[in-house]
């Protein structure tokens, strides 16, 4: 295990010490749900495919129920579950609705948000790795002021059958598709979940935070 992974949950005084020390040309691999806003933007597409009006997709297509219920047993599956609900509708139809959902019920940890925005200002090289949905992750990005970082995010390409762009960066996969862009081990690495314990363990520091949807500093709209 790599000694320089914290895993007592540092405080955001910590966090932002550890950002502000990196010096320009610095790389950054930081999870996005629950750890750059509270609540995940993969979800959201389900509960919109889920719930009516349902369009851009059929009734049907998606049950939310049984996604909670699949995080809980095959997180990669539900992961991938949700980028395929997007494969499967045309591109752009889902765009407003996924807008929508993720401003009401997705808030930015703007402190870490900041902080990194600030740090990518400067040349620190900030990319946002996520196991969520391409699309679900950029808007968000945008809506919170992180438009135009580097993002690596689970994509699925439509056709039959659909078929994900390898290695997709779900746990240990969150190493694999850093490694495989040549990109250089990450110098800071930040997520909240066992989920990104490998990401954390790759990176000459990593950081576990606490959840963002158990941060009170959490700024809801």
């Not at 019920?105 to 948000?113: I, Y």
């Not at 090289?125 to 699309?135: E, M």
């Amino acid at each position: 295990m790599n000694e320089s992974v914290v895993l007592q949950r540092p405080i955001a005084a910590t966090v932002l010490e550890a950002i502000a020390a990196l010096a320009p040309g610095s790389h950054v691999a930081t999870d996005a749900d629950n750890t750059l806003w509270a609540g995940d933007v993969g979800d959201e597409v389900v509960r919109i495919a889920s719930a009516p009006p349902h369009l851009p997709w059929q009734a049907g297509q998606a049950d939310f129920a049984w996604y909670e219920r699949e995080i809980e047993t095959n997180y990669a599956g539900a992961c991938r579950f949700s980028a395929q609900l997007l494969a499967q509708v045309p591109a752009g139809t889902a765009d407003s609705r996924l807008r929508d959902a993720i401003a009401a019920r997705v808030a930015p940890r703007t402190w870490l948000v900041q902080a990194l925005r600030a740090a990518a200002d400067r040349g620190v090289n900030v990319w946002l790795v996520s196991a969520s949905p391409r699309l679900a992750v950029e808007i968000a990005a945008e809506l919170f002021g992180l438009r135009g970082l580097p993002i690596l995010a689970v994509d699925c390409a439509s056709g039959q059958p659909l078929r994900f762009a390898e290695p997709v960066p779900i746990g240990e996969g969150k190493v694999s598709a850093w490694q495989a862009l040549g990109l250089p081990q990450p110098d800071l690495a930040l997520g909240d979940s066992r989920w990104d314990l490998p990401l954390l363990r790759s990176a000459r520091k990593g950081l576990l935070l606490a959840r963002a949807a158990d941060d009170l500093a959490c700024a809801w709209a």
